[in-house]
């Protein structure tokens, strides 16, 4: 595990997205795993800025996203598909055929999700894995659980994520109550995983998934076992970890 510390947003946005760009530069047909959330947003913006530099192209690249809402139309404003669209493709020359997300408003979850995985099967490895990470140490949206699932499945989602995503609804009802989420085992087979965390809100959740023993309790616990995975904190986030240098 490499552990790099931040002082600013800018300066983590900018090692993530030094990390992203860098990938489809030295691999044209990279695979990409790509998540939502407010975490991402500066890194999304500084990857649309190099890429309008001419750096770099995504016409070979293909993305696959953790996970999406169930039953939230593709064109709501919070749904994962218009995330996707606002902070990224809209921004770049991805063509619209190799971004896929799952699709929480099948009529057969069940086959939608068998679908998703034979996608992401089919494209080979994810070559990198963006992350962020829940309050409750959820990642993509793996909850914690007595066991945990390895392809992409619908999930329940805990009270914890509810209320946190809550801010990007009118109201806490009207946040979907299920996702549908790529599994913990598709993530643990991405080549690299990039976690990026911010605020002290989560310093607590980061030294249990980091430094803590691994459980299903804390699903970002497994990602200790991953071989290359790299971890961009800001300073908040890192406060409650001892010995691990930035
Ligand atoms: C989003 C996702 C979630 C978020 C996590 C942190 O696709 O899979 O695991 O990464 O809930 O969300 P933020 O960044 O909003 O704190």
């Given amino acids: 595990m490499n552990t790099l510390i931040f002082d ?70 919070e749904s994962y598909h ?23 408003n099948a009529s057969d979850i069940a086959a939608e999700c068998r679908r998703y995985d ?47 995503n809550a801010r990007y609804f009118q109201s806490l009802d009207e946040v979907p109550k299920q996702a549908l989420t790529m599994g913990v085992g598709t993530i643990l087979k991405a080549k690299m995983i990039v976690l990026v965390v911010k605020g002290a809100d989560k310093a607590a959740i980061v030294q249990s998934a980091l430094q803590g023993p691994i459980t299903t309790d804390c699903p970002a616990s497994l990602l200790q076992t991953h071989p290359h995975l790299i971890v961009l904190l800001d300073r908040a986030a890192a406060e409650k970890l001892g010995g691990t240098s930035p």
């Fill in 8 to 77: 600013t947003d800018d300066k983590l946005g900018e090692a993530a997205a030094n990390i992203l760009s860098g990938l489809v530069q030295t691999k044209p047909r990279a695979v990409l795993g790509l998540a939502t959330g407010g975490t991402p947003v500066g890194i999304y913006n500084q990857v649309v800025s190099d890429f309008k530099r001419g750096m770099f192209s995504f016409r070979e690249v293909t993305t696959f996203n953790l996970d999406e809402y169930v039953g939230l139309p593709v064109d709501h404003p």
């Fill in 82 to 104: 218009s995330y996707m669209r606002h902070h990224l493709f809209d921004h770049i020359d991805l063509p619209a055929a190799q971004a896929y997300l799952p699709d929480g």
């Fill in 118 to 164: 034979e996608l992401i099967d089919r494209a080979g490895q994810i070559d990198l894995q963006l992350l962020g990470l829940g309050h409750n140490g959820h990642i993509g949206f793996n909850e914690p659980a007595h066991a945990l699932i390895r392809g992409t499945h619908v999930v329940e989602l805990a009270e914890e994520t509810l209320q946190a």
